[in-house]
């Protein structure tokens, strides 16, 4: 067989291959509707019970599965001031209805909540004011959010100044930088992914995050840090500055320390492995010593959770409709397992996605992979996660968004079923099943295409030295 002929069979292998995923992780999809949907009407005697949310599910999913596939190119061009635009957009949202609220026209305020579908609490910037009324009683227990001990040590690093009287500032910056953030983002994505974060700029999944001043809001800041600061340098103090905020983030709430993936790069940085020492020691250390808070977290995870349809994500509330009675402490096995299947077929085709891109930035991988196990880890593996968990979501777009010159139909369809999955828990509040089948889904295939991306990038066929970040 001639080289050309051995190429032709091995690209067709690799494009079947990759068919295969996608077939896999649609049947997948289609199959735990189709329980959903059949454990309804059993329950319902015979008629079809529309509170599990399933034939929305279907009917948009299916959407999302066929449209793209009539595509055969898509080329966008965008204003360059456009990004600024939705920074604009973001912040002034958020802090409308702040000012609104200070100013005692609460009614106004309550019908831009109620017209963007986001849900409102009792204050503005309500996540924060819990943290630093928590934080100002020295972790009293009537104030306890369940969240890890790190958050406490903000008050002897303030010398025990620091109060509930800080939310409104605090809760302002955090939203003019994340907008900021969304800016830098838009700003590094090609034209094709950039009306994602023109929803995310009004969507209730993101604008909740705002809203909140949730400290989610520092993880999902982190790795945009991250690759901003190592455009600049690669020196090792600022990757030592990198895991150092990782690992306090971690010491917040316990699933960032999957932020320690952007350490990854430093395999291939000389003494790069103190670093990475450093930063494993301390996280073994750290839930070593708070390993009884942890479980406690763990096992308190049930009173937040809420499985009708809210502006939430997460396993539970998908298994809770695949059986006819579920409880927090018995979940059903087989229908955690099919859930799981869903991410690991979703993972393949991610993976097959990011083999088939001509050139993938390290960047890319690098935001994607933490906003994807940042999204998994608490939507997933913990199985449940309030509405504003999307955010992480808007890390795989620069990814997913890439764009090829190649005329390959798999490359296209995956990157428009990725961000179209993307774009539904940042603008769908409430149909629960929806954006949880939605978000695992994008995530898993954000995990596995920067996967991917990293291997290609620190694998040992890469022989280059320097690591390129632009």
């Known amino acids: ?33 189709i329980i959903i949907m059949l454990t ?8 079809l019970d529309t509170d599990t949310g399933g034939r929305t599910a279907l009917v948009v999913l299916g959407l999302v599965a066929g449209i793209p596939l009539l595509l055969k190119s898509l080329t966008m061009t965008i204003p360059r001031s456009l990004p600024w635009a939705i920074g604009t957009v973001s912040a002034g949202i958020t802090l409308l209805l702040g000012l609104l609220i200070d100013i005692g026209r609460s009614t106004e305020a309550w019908a831009i909540y109620a017209g963007l579908q986001l849900l409102r609490a009792r204050e503005h910037y309500a996540d924060l004011a819990w943290i630093l009324r ?47 953030c969304l800016v830098w983002l838009a700003r590094n994505t090609s034209p094709r992914g950039v009306p994602v974060f023109v929803v995310a700029a009004i969507g209730s999944g993101w604008l909740l995050l705002l809203d909140r001043a949730n400290l989610d809001a520092i993880a999902f800041a982190v790795p945009i840090i991250a690759i901003f600061l190592l455009r600049r340098s690669q020196a090792l103090w600022v990757w030592s500055l990198i895991a150092l905020l990782a690992w306090l983030v971690g010491t917040w709430k316990y699933y960032p320390f999957a932020l320690g993936i952007l350490l990854l790069p430093l395999l291939r940085i000389p003494r790069g492995w103190t670093v990475l020492t450093a930063f494993a020691a301390a996280t073994f250390a750290f839930l070593a010593f708070q390993w009884r808070a942890f479980s406690s977290s763990i096992s308190d995870n049930s009173e937040a959770l809420i499985l009708y349809d809210f502006p939430a994500m997460g396993r539970l509330p998908i298994i809770s409709r695949m059986t006819e009675q579920f409880e927090f402490n018995n979940q059903p096995l087989e229908a955690s397992l099919l859930v799981i299947l869903l991410a690991v077929t979703a993972i393949w085709w991610g993976w097959n996605f990011g083999r088939t891109l001509p050139r993938a930035p390290l960047y890319t991988g690098m935001l994607a992979s933490t906003g994807s196990l940042l999204f998994l880890a608490s939507v997933l593996i913990a199985g449940f996660g309030f509405g504003y968990k999307a955010a992480f979501l808007l890390l795989l777009v620069p990814l997913f968004a890439l764009p090829s010159r190649t005329p390959n139909r798999f490359m296209l369809y995956s990157s428009v079923v990725g961000l179209l999955l993307i ?36 694998g040992p066929r890469e022989t280059q030295c320097e690591l390129v970040f632009s």
Not at 9 to 31: E, F, Q
Not at 162 to 176: D, L, Q, R, Y
């Open 423 to 458: 774009a539904i828990p940042l603008i769908v509040a409430y149909s629960i099943l929806l954006t949880s089948l939605a978000g695992i889904t994008a995530a898993a295939m954000g995990l596995g295409a920067s996967l991917s991306i990293l291997w290609r990038n620190l």
């Open 1 to 33: 067989m001639t080289d050309r002929a051995s190429g032709a069979v091995t690209h067709y292998s690799r494009t079947s291959t990759a068919w295969l995923s996608v077939t896999a992780t649609w049947l997948t999809i289609a199959l735990v509707l």
């Open 134 to 180: 928590w934080v100002e009683c020295a972790g009293c227990a009537e104030q306890d959010p369940n969240y890890a001990e790190g958050v406490l040590w903000l008050r002897p690093l303030t010398f025990n100044l620091i109060s509930e009287s800080w939310a409104p500032i605090v809760g302002t910056a955090m939203a003019i930088g994340l907008s900021l």
């Open 40 to 47: 309804s009407s059993a329950r319902s005697s015979g008629t």
